[in-house]
């Protein structure tokens, strides 16, 4: 469940940021994701944040620690997407 | 200076100059009295026109000549469009009457012209018509004479700059002063168009004040440059032409000519229009030790400074550095490079006579100065000003990149809209390319993106980077924008697809020079090893840039004879050709190298024209059965194992 969760995340990054360096399938699930990692900035955080609102009906408070540390990786994203929906 | 030198205003004001050598007709010698007898000829026949604005366009250089002073001599307004094509004339329509040239095509759409070869047929210019017609004696009265020549500002809206004889005749006297000591009478062959100021100035009005021959026309091929060259060595061998030339000419000179004409020949070689990559001076030094005058001026200014960067070495250490122009004045005005000399007028625009550029400037102790980028190219990308000229010269401070154009694209995120995101498209140096080539697209990249992390914040850096052979740049030497967005927008994004490297697209053949990728996603596996490039790929690159270039919507019905003749391999460039006339249901598609023809083939398009849609598809339908026999051997659409199979029996 969590690994194809993490699958899903991999694609709505690429496809939503147009990544082009990069396929789903070559994003580890620890690979930072912000700055020297996979190189996205503070808009594709937004972005991201939207998208994930979009697909999975989930709210994210930005300004929260716990938004930062799920934001690091993909495999943080899909703990914190399951953990949401789940309280949901 | 030249013993000959005059006024532009005197040039007519008696006959002492009737001997010298006007100009050069390819071979054939003219005189300074035939060309002046011309010039009578024409001021006739503008003298009885009741039109006073004249829009001046031609392509025979000494037609151009003599209709320009023809013009002034009969009181008339000239203006010079920056070339011949019916768009942009009809933009500028509101500020002539009529048009003079040489250019047929211009006859029949409805402008009041005057077609100067009926009335200055060239074979009698050769003929010594001094006593033909006889102009008034007097000099021109300078201040009276207007002449307003165009520029188009890096938006790509034109603006017009008004100029009178009195701002040609005094930069004229500065650049003989500059250089008229080291050249000799030797002919001034151009490769850039005399319609724009700098080809007029260096190429037509400076050559007539200074009594040194003019070629008939421009010149744009590099092989044609050489041949006139060699032509004209002069009698002892030591004739010292005079080049006048861009950035755009000057780094196309294929590999394989000889530049020894360039070198034995002339006296100097001018170029000017955009700075000349240091790549390039590079290059002509150590192929031909030739050395490039580089002259920096704007349509506003007229010419402002000129160098000759340091040759043979790459580095630059202080010596891209520019020396004024006699007669000119630069100061820093909020760090912009304001100037202030006799060739512009005094009521345009101007801080207390001086002109403020568009260049970000930094100004030595001598006078001297450096441009450190185009000040006006101040974007916002989400709200953070972004000048890509920084970004392009910290990227070219880099050993592996030659030159660089930093770009804003949209970039589209589906429901999210659009994004604005940074671009570039970087052409490698000669070691950017051996490491680009040995290691992959990604370790090049990394060590570029680690130094613009250094300075740029993130939401600043590229997204997107495209590899190119050269920066795609206009006749004049300018970087055309559109053609550089293409570049960058088109998608890599599978990576299934080529880099291009350059772009030719005439009407109905397109050529493009592509590079496949190094790490091209069907690789792997094809084959373990031995890495090739499967050729069904190479068939489907055809058909995506036809729809590029040609149509949008194409879809293949068929392909037909299609032929894999030798591999392609990772890395490796080639040049894809296709042929099409509009209209025809097929394309035919050619990949080329050096040595010979990869693979070629022609694909059949499906019919898409909803309205003859039956009628097109019952053709097509006796088309197939009437080439029943040759359809045996077509390859069907797409089932890719069977290329792929087809490559390994190869």
């Known amino acids: 469940m969590s690994e194809q969760l993490e699958q899903e995340i991999k694609e709505l990054i690429v496809s939503t940021l147009a990544l082009e360096e990069v396929t789903p399938a070559e994003i580890e699930s620890e690979q930072i994701l912000f700055g020297e990692g996979l190189g996205l900035d503070s808009v ?45 | ?59 025979d250089t000494h037609l151009f000549a003599q209709c320009f002073f023809a013009l002034l001599y009969s009181g008339k307004k000239i203006l010079l469009p920056p070339n011949a094509k019916r768009g942009m004339l009809e933009e500028l329509s509101g500020n002539f009457e009529a048009i003079a040239t040489d250019e047929q095509h211009l006859l029949e759409q409805g402008f009041a012209t005057v077609f100067l070869p009926e009335y200055v047929s060239l074979p009698s210019l050769s003929v010594d018509g001094s006593s033909d017609l006889i102009l008034p004696g007097e000099p021109l009265s300078s201040a009276d004479c207007e002449v307003i020549v165009f520029t188009s500002g890096s938006t790509g809206d034109i603006k017009a700059v008004h100029k009178t004889l009195v701002h040609f005749d005094a930069e004229v006297a500065a650049l003989e002063l500059q250089w008229g000591a080291c050249l000799s009478d030797g002919l001034v062959l151009s490769t850039v168009c005399h319609q724009h100021i700098y080809g007029l100035l260096f190429a037509v009005l400076w050559p007539l004040a200074a009594g040194r021959p003019i070629f008939n026309r421009a010149v744009y091929y590099p092989e044609a440059v050489a041949s006139i060259l060699s032509r004209h060595r002069g009698e002892k061998g030591q004739a010292k032409n005079i080049l006048v030339s861009s950035p755009a000419h000057l780094s196309r000179i294929p590999e394989y000519l000889d530049l020894a004409p360039y070198r034995e020949s002339c006296a100097r070689i001018f170029s000017s229009g955009g700075p000349c990559a240091r790549e390039t001076v590079a290059d002509l030094w150590k192929r031909g030790a030739l050395e490039v005058t580089e002259v920096f001026g704007s349509t506003e200014t007229g010419g402002v400074a000129a160098r000759v960067q340091e040759n043979g070495r790459v580095s630059s250490n202080g010596k891209d550095y520019w020396a004024p122009l006699p007669g000119v004045e630069v100061s820093s005005k909020d760090g912009l490079l304001a100037v202030c000399s006799p060739f512009f007028s005094e009521d345009s625009e101007l801080e207390n006579s001086c002109f403020v550029m568009g260049d970000s400037v930094e100004l030595s102790d001598d006078g001297r100065f450096r441009v450190l980028g ?46 604005d995101i940074v671009a570039v498209l970087l052409v490698p140096s000669k070691e950017g390319w051996d490491v680009y080539s040995r290691t992959s697209r990604q370790s090049f990249l990394a060590e570029l993106k680690t130094l613009l992390a250094g300075r740029f914040e993130g939401v600043l850096l590229p997204k997107r980077w495209r590899i190119a052979h050269a920066i795609p740049l206009s006749p004049q030497g300018k970087r055309v924008a559109a053609e550089i967005r293409v570049l960058c927008a088109a998608p890599i994004a599978s990576r299934c697809e080529p880099e291009t490297l350059s772009i030719d697209f005439r009407r109905a053949e397109l050529r493009l020079e592509i590079r496949a990728p190094a790490d091209l996603r069907v690789l792997s596996g094809h084959f373990p090893g031995f890495p090739v490039v499967p050729g069904y790929l190479l068939v489907e690159w055809s058909l995506d840039s036809f729809r590029r270039f040609f149509q949008h919507e194409a879809e293949a019905q068929r392909f037909e004879s299609v032929k894999f003749r030798r591999m392609l391999l990772p890395n490796e460039r080639c040049v894809l050709e296709l042929r ?28 898409v024209s909803s309205d003859n849609r039956e009628e097109s598809e019952i053709r097509e339908e006796e088309d197939v059965r009437a080439e029943g026999e040759e359809r045996k051997e077509e390859v069907p659409v797409l089932p890719k194992e069977y290329h792929s199979e087809e490559r390994a029996r190869e």
Request: aromatic letters at 8%.
């Open chain 1, 44 to 88: 594709d955080a937004l972005e991201l944040g939207v998208a994930l609102n979009k697909k999975y009906g989930i709210t994210i408070d930005a300004e929260s620690e716990e938004t930062r540390q799920s934001f690091a990786c993909v495999s943080n994203l899909a703990k914190f997407v399951s953990e949401k929906r789940a309280s949901a």
């Open chain 2, 1 to 59: 200076m030249s013993d000959s030198f005059c006024s532009l205003a005197d040039l007519f004001a008696d006959s002492s100059r009737d001997s010298l050598c006007f100009g050069y007709a390819d071979t054939t010698r003219l005189s300074f009295g035939s060309f002046r007898a011309g010039v009578a000829r024409l001021a006739r026949v503008f003298r009885q026109r009741p039109e006073h604005s004249w829009c001046l366009v031609a392509q």
């Open chain 2, 374 to 419: 185009r000040a006006d190219r101040i974007v916002k990308v989400e709200e953070r000003r972004f000048s890509p000229a920084e970004m392009e010269s910290l990227l070219c401070s880099h050993p592996h990149v030659a030159e660089a154009s930093v770009q804003i694209l949209e970039s589209e995120r589906g429901s999210l809209g659009v994004r």
């Open chain 2, 580 to 607: 099409y006339s509009r209209g025809a249901t097929r394309f035919e598609f050619t990949y080329r190298d050096g040595d010979g023809v990869l693979c070629s083939g022609r694909v059949v398009l499906r019919p």
